[in-house]
């Protein structure tokens, strides 16, 4: 069955360095989305982005939140001066037209020190 | 704003129904849905139902709207060990937008 993956697992940096967290969605899906869940939070939406341009973005997603879809297949949700209140988990998620599911990948658990 | 509550944690005697509970605020709300969530694992859709229907079952799930409320449950029959997991509620407007979570609420299943 197909799935989202997402690479790395799990991403430890230091406060103001830049990452990068990579999602392969299924590959016949249009609509893309990154949400994130501070630990013991909510699971919150960032942005969602179809046909090469970001549809919605929340107020989370500042200036130092960017996302792209360098080639065909993969999604990548960057942040270029990580802040200690960015550790949370990442999860990618991707949808057909018309489908009411949103599939999500298994996450990144992103550590600010 | 869009909110979605439900209580944390819940124990319940495999064999018995669990009930999870959720409130939602946003009344233009179309879809809501149960996501499950197992131990390292991504969000898995469980069920969703449409704002204009009460009720939905599906196997051992039943899922219960109560639009004037804005409330919603989900009922699992027969509690299994393997249905230990995070359930989140959610909502969204439309198809392809955003969802709103609730925190989750974790299942715990005695023996």
């Known amino acids: 069955e197909p799935e989202v993956t997402q690479t790395p697992s799990h991403q430890v940096t230091q406060m103001g360095q830049e990452v990068i967290l990579r999602c392969v969605p299924i590959s016949n899906h249009l609509y893309f989305y990154w949400y994130r869940q501070i630990l013991g939070q909510k699971v919150e939406f960032l942005v969602s982005f179809y046909n090469n341009e970001i549809s919605e973005k929340s107020e989370i997603f500042d200036d130092q939140f960017s996302v792209e879809r360098p080639d065909g297949s993969n999604f990548t949700l960057k942040i270029r001066s990580t802040k200690l209140e960015d550790s949370a988990m990442y999860f990618c998620a991707s949808s057909e037209p018309l489908v009411t599911e949103q599939f999500f990948g298994p996450g990144t658990r992103l550590t600010v020190l | 704003g869009e909110d979605v509550e439900q209580s944390l944690f819940l124990s319940v005697r495999e064999g018995d129904s669990s009930v999870i509970n959720c409130t939602y605020t946003?009344?233009?709300?179309?879809?809501l849905y149960w996501y499950k969530q197992e131990p390292g694992a991504g969000l898995q859709l469980l069920t969703y139902?449409?704002?204009?229907?009460d009720m939905k079952q599906d196997q051992r799930l039943t899922v219960l709207l109560n639009k004037k409320d804005k409330h919603l449950s989900l009922r699992i029959a027969d509690t299994q060990t393997g249905d230990s997991a995070i359930y989140f509620c959610a909502e969204s407007m439309n198809r392809d937008d955003k969802i709103i979570f609730g925190k989750g609420t974790r299942l715990h299943i005695l023996p």
């Open positions: 946003d009344s233009s709300s179309t879809y």
């Open positions: 139902i449409f704002s204009n229907m």
